[in-house]
């Protein structure tokens, strides 16, 4: 579970609408330089939106944490395609930032030790020893039990807008519903003049009301991802 604690909010990277297209098209390495100054690893949630067959908005939510990657559809079509491409782009990036940080750890040991042989003073903390690696996460298919579903063909946007908001409050996804999408639009029409989310909008619609914090996004049992 994802959750937003009193002590700090959630820690969210959020990538644009460009980065899906190009990590279809080219893998991994396309799209490497992406994150050159960012630890997804490091994330409690990533959020990725995803388009689908040129038509149709759909979202992506990771937890790095838990090792899981949560497709939401608000029509509920499956897209194993979509689990396997951000499965296999974790699983390089995870790579590529712990080969990184053995590099600098050695660097680092490499810099300590000279400075000893100098004559200089020997850090404390440090015994000279690397630490044991983090083992790379299983990145299994999340639960996307509570998704939501439209009911008409020109709300899915607005489906996954709401939902990643709902993921990066750490609020259940299930409380986005059809029946409130005028007044989704116009809160993210004020968000947007706003600079921000409102975490606690000042006139939310009777039918939705606000929930205990809690985004469910563990391993699925199913099989089949979507």
Not at 30 to 50: H, K, S
Request: net charge negative.
């Amino acid at each position: 579970e994802v959750k937003e604690t009193e002590e700090r909010p959630l820690r969210c990277h959020f990538f644009n609408t460009f980065f899906y297209p190009l990590l279809a098209k080219g893998g991994h390495a396309r799209v490497a330089r992406w994150t050159r100054r960012v630890d997804l690893m490091a994330m409690d949630l990533v959020v990725v939106p995803v388009h689908t067959h040129g038509i149709h908005w759909t979202l992506a939510a990771a937890a790095p944490a838990a090792g899981t990657i949560a497709h939401y559809d608000s029509i509920h079509q499956p897209n194993p395609t979509c689990f396997d491409r951000l499965r296999a782009y974790f699983l390089h990036e995870e790579k590529e930032k712990n080969e990184a940080k053995k590099k600098e750890s050695s660097e680092e040991k490499k810099k300590n030790e000279e400075r000893q042989d100098d004559g200089g003073d020997e850090e404390e903390g440090d015994d000279g020893e690397d630490k044991e690696e983090e083992g790379e996460r299983r990145w299994r298919m999340g639960n996307r039990a509570e998704c939501p579903r439209q009911t008409n063909g020109s709300d899915c946007g607005v489906f996954a807008c709401m939902i990643a908001r709902s993921c990066a409050l750490g609020l259940p996804v299930s409380r986005v519903h059809q029946r409130d999408m005028p007044h989704y639009r116009r809160l993210m029409a004020l968000e947007i003049l706003n600079g921000a989310i409102i975490p606690s909008p000042p006139s939310s619609p009777p039918s939705s009301p606000r929930p205990t914090a809690n985004v469910d996004i563990r391993a699925s049992s199913s099989s089949s991802a979507s």
